[in-house]
């Protein structure tokens, strides 16, 4: 099976989406800096932020400004 590329999320509205797409999914983060950093989310803080998305966004479409 070949690895997918990396998605770039630009929106509250693609990340919520995203987060919400795949239950139970697995997901890691990228952060760039001086150094680069891998680092997988456990289920609860991905949990955390799809409801604090969920807040901010509500129902908001990924192509509506905020």
Not at 8 to 13: D, F, T, Y
Not at 48 to 56: E, G, I, N, P, Y
Request: glycine share 10%; charged share 40%.
């Amino acid at each position: 099976m070949a690895r997918q590329g990396k998605l770039r999320i630009e929106s509250l509205a693609e990340l919520r989406d995203t987060l919400t797409a795949t239950p139970g999914g697995e997901f890691g983060l990228l952060v760039r800096g001086e150094r680069k950093v891998e680092m997988e989310i456990d289920a609860k803080v991905v949990a955390d932020l799809v409801r604090m998305l969920q807040k901010a966004v509500g129902n908001r479409r990924e192509d509506e400004d905020y």
